[in-house]
């Protein structure tokens, strides 16, 4: 039997790395660390080293060169330990500014190593002639049976084969006969998926739900999932629903310690008018009838992999009490939480939902988590479905995953078409025996057959062997703590109540979230954000990982709170609002997977250590900057110049340098981000992404009222300022922020841009030229009220910074070998030299307002936050180390910030009005 080592090691950080003093990771003290886990009891289990592959120090530089090397030991004598300088294989990129990474978000997806990558090219031009599987002929012939091939090969890498659940030797040893029916399983046949959420939804439209009509509306089909399931799993209520079945979400808690008593509630008419009089069957998260979880709660058997309980045969089967008359429901569940790594008593689960006595339950059981680091034996497990996605545990091939569907359950996904009325589904090539084009008449194939629609991916199938032959070769409480004792770190889930020889340990994923010496939390955005730019770039995942419920449960936030946060915040899944009213809205996620390395944990932990552990107690910038204001004279002024101006006609594209330009009267550059370029889906492109967008060079012709547009290799592109603009668009979505606009130009510009970037883009312009200030309120907020912002910019209409900022970072970089960078890195539209405050670090921080003497007063509406657009080079569009440089020293409020945002002092609505500002300008800044 494979037996994965990810879970071991995990478990070990937790035990014998998490919990240690974090040092800096000087070679002579990762040495030692290192040394003191391989001699701990869990450390030499660790790597492999009894496999055929090896152990993983050996081979884990030529397989992912591109992620941080193993520190090598010498055994010889213990005074002889080294770091191993062996591995000169340097990443697959000629860009020398390329850096070893730290890969923590195996559950997300693990990594394919290069030896697979090469085996999977290999094969594929070895297999070249390969014919679609639904034709004729030796090719496809060829085709089908390697296929059935790959087929075998899963169902007995998940030990789906039919067969004894439990082993004859063991039958025998209890003293049985002949075995029972409930001992032998039927086994399993293999549908090939895009993935995980495609064998969801085959089994969520095509289960024999009932709507109760034959029975005046009573005995409906019940759809149960656990709380902590996937987005994935919770979107089957919605085929569902459609059939007239209803829904009900249990915590796991209460499935686990749920009998026969509890799902005969679950599914009976009392049960079900109570969630019909709450509406659409929507029983919330709620736990059992009663609550107090009466049946078979006892765990009878915990086996060391945390999977397998051992029942005996005596218990009581499906077939015990199943008959065909019976309404169906289905019970879905993950076998492994990807938030927080919680193993579910699977078995127990599923064999208590078969003990009810009205009813027939079915089970899901979502493996697509606990596959990707252990063993799943599918046929002790004994689910009716299964699903699974192969590139969580190799890596390569994308696209392809599985349903199993046990043999004995498979008359419930494909029943007669006896009924075409109420049976109606889509079909597609391969998956009927007959269709008449002219006539409502239709046969699907027999059997699971006809939820194959049209011709399956089948090259990809097939390279699926080359990933378990690599398989099979392979045969967090965080004790970080700040100078006044706070913990930095808050776990989630089963770690952060594990204890010592627990015998269920959790899987290798631990979520967790950062808190800083005063309580505050950290926002997983920040975190995220600046672990990609450290020494050693590290990616995990944030959020909540598509895993709403155990996210909210871990979190304390009830659904009112998490409808409160959308409808107030506009918090969706997948954004970067991190922390609201004070709260965590999601977590960071790390997990390990079969190629991770000691050095990956130790790594982490180092960069938690320096990055948000406070050693003593410092001032924070926001108290340095109350000090230094209550030290200064109230109001006190200083002269400063207007060395250049810059404009931005389309949002992210390059600068246009100006000698002399117009206002607006609420300080706004005229036409100064006034157009950005979008996506088919309103988003806004920015330069981050798309590099190329440095070289477009917009210019603004007033005499003429024409804009040039000009790009390399492209001809010069010319639109007048007066044409109209059409179609308008609603949420045109700017960093975030939700904008209005138009259309603007001839399907000729929308070609223009979109031949240049090599993606299908349209140019847009706000709304006719009319431009409303955010209020004081934030700026999302103030756009979902309707407000128009000034253009497409950010936060304010001017960005201003001066050249002792951009002198003292330059400094740093220099000092650390990396490019210096010039003002257009920052994308300012006014940069200003003074004399007064040369010795200041970055002056503007203390400025309150900036007068333009005569013409205008401008008063400071807050910081500018950095993101990683600053280390794009605006000439070359290479990238540097800007953000990372700026996040060592300005870092304030979980944000890097460089520079100020200025507005028009008591205006509301830019209008006509304007005024003229040029360089040499002498402006005054107040503090």
Not at 511 to 530: A, H, Q
Request: hydrophobic letters at 35%; one cysteine or more.
């Amino acid at each position: 039997m494979i037996k994965h080592r990810a879970t071991v090691f995990i478990r070990t950080q937790h035990t014998h790395i998490l919990k240690t003093n974090v040092k800096p990771r000087t070679h002579c003290k990762i040495v030692k660390r290192k040394q003191a886990f391989l001699q701990s009891t869990h450390g030499r289990k660790y790597g492999y080293s009894s496999t055929a592959k090896g152990h993983i120090d050996t081979w884990r530089g030529k397989e992912f060169p591109s992620l941080i090397l193993p520190i090598s030991l010498t055994s010889t004598n213990s005074q002889s330990l080294h770091v191993n300088n062996t591995h000169t294989h340097l990443p697959s990129s000629h860009d020398k500014n390329v850096e070893r990474e730290v890969f923590l978000d195996y559950a997300g997806s693990a990594i394919p190593s290069q030896s697979l990558l090469q085996a999977i090219f290999k094969e594929s031009i070895q297999n070249q002639i390969l014919a679609n599987p639904h034709s004729n002929g030796p090719a496809a012939s060829r085709t089908e049976s390697q296929i059935d091939e790959v087929k075998k090969e899963l169902l007995d890498f998940f030990h789906a084969n039919a067969g004894p659940k439990y082993g004859y030797e063991k039958i025998l040893q209890a003293g049985e006969g002949d075995h029972c029916e409930e001992d032998y399983h039927s086994g399993y046949e293999v549908i090939f998926t895009s993935g995980t959420t495609q064998a969801l939804q085959i089994v969520a439209e095509n289960f024999a739900w009932d709507d109760g009509r034959e029975r005046d509306g009573t005995g409906k089909s019940m759809l149960v999932y656990s709380h902590n399931s996937h987005t994935s799993v919770v979107g089957m209520r919605e085929p569902a629903m459609r059939r007239g079945a209803l829904f009900q979400c249990q915590t796991l808690d209460d499935i686990e310690m749920a009998g026969a008593k509890e799902f005969e509630s679950w599914g009976g008419d009392s049960f079900q008018d109570k969630l019909k009089d709450n509406g659409n069957g929507n029983g919330n998260c709620n736990g059992n009838d009663d609550g107090n979880g009466n049946g078979n709660g006892n765990d009878d058997g915990n086996n060391e992999d945390g999977y397998t309980y051992d029942f005996g045969s005596g218990a009581k089967g499906r077939n015990g009490y199943r008959t065909e008359a019976a309404t169906k429901h289905l019970l879905a569940f993950p076998l492994e939480c990807n938030f927080s790594g919680r193993k579910s008593k699977a078995q127990q689960i599923i064999r208590a939902s078969r003990s009810a006595k009205s009813g027939t339950w079915y089970s899901m059981l979502d493996i697509a988590k606990a596959a990707s680091t252990s063993t799943v034996n599918l046929r002790t497990l004994d689910p009716d479905f299964a699903c699974i996605s192969f590139y969580k545990i190799f890596g390569a091939p994308t696209g392809i995953g599985a349903l199993f569907v046990k043999r004995s359950s498979k008359t419930v996904l494909a029943p007669e078409w006896n009924d075409s009325l109420k049976r109606r589904r889509y079909f597609g090539g391969g998956s009927v025996d007959i269709q008449l084009p002219f006539r409502d008449f239709a046969r699907p194939r027999s059997s699971l057959a006809s939820l194959v629609h049209g011709t399956i991916n089948f090259r990809s199938i097939l390279a699926l062997r080359l990933g378990l032959v690599e398989i099979k070769q392979l045969s967090m409480g965080l004790d970080l703590k700040h100078y006044n004792g706070r913990s930095v770190i808050e776990l989630y889930g089963e770690w952060n109540t594990l204890k010592e020889n627990y015998p269920q340990h959790p899987g290798p994923e631990i979520s967790f979230n950062i808190i800083r010496s005063d309580g505050s939390y950290v926002g997983y955005n920040e975190v995220s954000k600046l672990a990609a730019l450290s020494n050693t770039p590290i990616q995990f995942r944030t959020g909540c990982f598509c895993n709403l419920g155990a996210c909210q449960e871990a979190l304390k936030i009830d659904e009112e709170k998490a409808k409160y946060n959308y409808e107030r915040s506009g918090k969706v899944c997948g954004d970067h609002l991190d922390v609201i009213d004070g709260s965590p809205t999601g977590a960071i996620r790390v997990s390990i997977g079969k190629d991770s390395i000691w050095e990956d944990i130790d790594t982490l932990l180092t960069f938690l250590e320096r990055t948000f552990v406070s050693k003593r107690s410092a001032l924070s910038l926001e108290m340095q900057d109350k000090q230094k204001s209550f030290s200064m004279t109230h109001n006190e002024s200083e002269e400063l110049r207007l060395k250049d101006i810059y404009l931005f006609p389309i949002k992210s594209c390059a600068a246009m340098k100006v000698d002399r330009w117009q206002m607006h009267n609420c300080g706004k550059l005229l036409f100064d981000r006034e157009c950005a370029l979008i996506d088919s889906a309103g988003t806004a492109l920015r330069l981050s992404r798309y590099p190329k967008m440095a070289f477009i060079r917009p210019f603004l012709d007033l005499d003429k009222m024409i804009l040039e547009v000009c790009a390399p290799g492209c001809s010069k592109l010319v639109i007048d300022l007066n044409t109209d603009a059409s179609s308008p668009i609603k949420d045109i979505n700017v960093c975030g922020n939700k904008c209005n606009g138009k259309l603007w130009g001839s399907h000729a510009v929308s070609a223009w841009f979109t031949e240049y970037m090599g993606v299908q883009c349209w140019l847009a312009r706000a709304n006719d030229g009319k431009y409303f200030l955010p209020t004081a309120i934030s700026a999302t907020e103030a756009h979902r009220n309707g407000s128009n912002q000034a253009g497409f910019e950010n936060e304010a209409p001017l960005l201003l910074l001066s050249m002792n900022s951009i002198n003292v970072l330059n400094e740093l970089l220099l000092n650390k070998g990396y490019p210096g960078v010039n003002a257009k890195h920052f994308r300012p539209n006014l940069v200003v030299t003074t004399e007064k405050s040369s010795n200041d670090i970055n002056p503007e921080d203390q400025w309150k307002s900036i007068t333009i003497p005569a013409k205008a007063e401008l008063v400071v509406t807050g910081q500018c936050a950095r993101c990683s657009m600053v280390d794009v080079n605006p000439e070359s569009g290479m990238k540097g180390r800007t953000l990372r440089t700026l996040s060592e020293y300005r870092r304030r409020g979980g944000q890097i910030t460089f520079g100020i945002f200025l507005k028009q002092t008591n205006v509301t609505q830019c209008d006509q009005s304007m005024l003229w500002i040029q360089s040499g300008d002498v402006l005054l800044a107040k503090r």
